[in-house]
Structure formats: C-alpha cells, structure tokens
C-alpha cells in the first residue's frame, strides 16, 4: 500500500489535553492504527497509508472536538474513539457527548460513555423493567443510579430503593462484627458510595431518615408492594430463582424498576441456580420488560479492566470448547466399548 500524509489543523491549547501527559495518548494512537505523528504548534502532520490516515484523523476530529467541549480526555475516551474507527464507525463520542444524565455533587456531568451505555440509557427510558447484564466496570449500576437520583429530583418517582442479595463471597456473615445492619452493610457498600458522589451525603441523608431512600437487603424486600419508587436491584446473579420471583412480584404502580448483574461472577453456593439466569430464559418475551447486554467493550475503568475482562471471556470459552472435545471423545470412546 502506497504511504500519504496529512496535515491537521487544530488549536494548540488543545494539545496537551488531547495528546496525553507526554504525549501518551498521541503514542497510543500511533500504535493502534499504524500511523506516525508530527506535531509541531497548531499543525499535526498523519503520514501512513490512506486507510490509516482516515481513521486517525476521525480519533482526532472527536477528541479535540470534545475537549472544545470542555471535558477532560482520558484514556478510555481515546480506547473507545480507537476501537470504534476500527470498527469503522465514526463519531461514536460525539454522538453520546450530547446527554448527560445527571451531575455528580461536584458537578462533573454523568453520561453514556459507550454504544452499549447508551442503548441500557435508552431501554432505561422506554421501558418499565430493565435487565442490565455484563462484567464489571461497565456502569451498570452507576447510570442506573443516576437515572434512579434524577427521576426523584424530577418527582418522577416519590422514593429510592436499592437493594441486593447479601450473598458471602468466600467469608460468612456470622463472623462478621455487630448487629445485622453492620453485617450487611458491607455489601451495600458500592450503593452507597454511588449515591454520596451523585447526591452527597448530607441530602441521602437527610431523605434516608424521611424514609424517601432506602438501601436494605433482598430479603427485606418479601411481602410489600413497592408503587411510585425507582428500584434498584443489583447484584442479581446471587438471587436464587425464588428470591428474583419474590422481587419481581413486588412492583406496584408508577415504579421504574433496574436488575443488574454479571453472569461470570456467581457467588451462590455449587449447584444453585441463578435467579438472573432463570429470568432472562422466562422473561425474555414479556413486553415492556427490556434486556440490555454490556460487554468488555463498555468497560470505564482502568483499561486493564477491560483486557482482564477480555482474557477470562476469552478463556471460559475455550474451557467450553475443551470441555465438549472431552465430552464427544468419551462419547465416542463409550460407543466402542458397547459395540460387540
């Protein structure tokens, strides 16, 4: 392929955001798409073959259009902007720029930072029900969070509810110190720190004490009936299939409710069945119930989340696949037995 080259244009108070502390973004770009970068004041000059180029200039085009926009680029902004022109989609960034969600108590704005958080935005809005499923580190919660904080601000809803199964991941409750609520808190941990960096501390607290925000157990929730509440359950691949039944069956009217859940990390006991994948099989079809998947793709934290996410999908399944070489080659070896 023929080499070309290119000269951009851009305004240089821009650089040091776009290009990264030691131009470490720009080198990244460098790497992943094959091209190589001169930049010298307010010109940056492409020089790689026409494809390259095309797809560099676009990761450009939307990083510095973001931070014409005020935000702060960082490395997954230039991950996602890479992966995505690889894709040859363009302009992915821009187009999810756009919605914020909510604001933190900082005032740092919430929004979709990937295809996938977007459409799970978007099924938040439409639907009545909605199954978050995917790894960790994909804001599955988080949006649902926000979304959760800024329907009640709105007085869409009248309270909060947040809850999850507290399962024993490798330790036991009962030899955890305190009472009940001590011994549970520590898996509602993740709630509570999302609700402090959205709506502080002072104002959960204030409308945790009226009664308006609760954060309780799964098990707290069996023989109400929720009406006019955003409720939260996360966690969910740790119910059992009774346990999400009960759940489910609670939801009274005007309530919006969100199930999260990463099928990779069960922390049920051996042989227990997950509530979470009883009902994607017998819900599936359920009008006004939605079903939103995540992927590695959408992970927003640390980029060696996302590879470490990628190595253990990428590992579970060749185990599949070994492990079904090994089950035909047993049945194989079984028929021959039995022939006389």
Not at 117 to 132: A, D, L, R
Request: a positive charge; aromatic letters at 8%; glycine letters at 8%.
């Amino acid at each position: 392929m023929s080499i070309t080259e290119t000269i951009i244009n851009f305004p240089s108070e821009y650089g040091t955001n776009v290009f990264g502390e030691y131009d470490r973004y720009l080198k990244k770009i460098e790497r992943a798409l094959q091209v190589t970068i001169v930049a010298r004041d307010s010109d940056m000059k492409l020089i790689g073959t026409e494809i390259a180029i095309k797809r560099a200039s676009n990761v450009f085009y939307q990083l510095i259009a973001l931070a014409k926009r005020g935000n702060d680029i960082t490395e997954q902004n230039v991950d996602y902007a890479i992966a995505t022109v690889l894709e040859n989609k363009e302009d992915v960034l821009l187009e999810m720029d756009g919605e914020v969600i909510a604001r933190t108590i900082t005032g740092k704005p919430v929004k979709p930072k990937t295809l996938g958080q977007k459409s799970y935005v978007n099924t938040i809005k439409e639907k009545m029900i909605v199954f978050g499923i995917g790894p960790a580190g994909t804001g599955k919660t988080y949006l649902a969070m926000a979304m959760a904080i800024q329907a009640f601000k709105n007085n869409d809803v009248g309270r909060i509810i947040l809850t999850r199964p507290a399962i024993e991941a490798g330790e036991k409750l009962g030899f955890l110190p305190g009472d009940l609520q001590s011994k549970v808190d520590p898996y509602l941990r993740p709630l509570y720190d999302a609700l402090y960096q959205i709506m502080g501390a002072e104002s959960f607290l204030a409308n945790m004490e009226k009664g308006l925000i609760e954060v309780a157990p799964l098990a707290y929730m069996r023989g109400r009936t929720l009406d006019n509440a955003y409720i939260i359950l996360d966690e969910a691949q740790n119910t059992t299939p009774a346990q999400m039944k009960m759940f489910l069956t609670r939801i009274g009217f005007g309530s919006k409710v969100i199930v999260t859940g990463d099928l990779s990390q069960k922390d049920l006991p051996s042989g227990t069945q997950s509530g979470l994948d009883v009902a994607v099989t017998v819900l599936k079809k359920v009008e006004d119930i939605g079903f939103c998947y995540l992927t590695n793709q959408d992970v927003v934290r640390h980029p060696l989340v996302q590879k470490i996410v990628k190595a253990y999908e990428d590992y579970e399944e060749r185990s599949k696949k070994n492990e079904k070489v090994r089950r035909d080659r047993k049945r194989e070896k079984d028929r021959h037995i039995e022939r006389p």
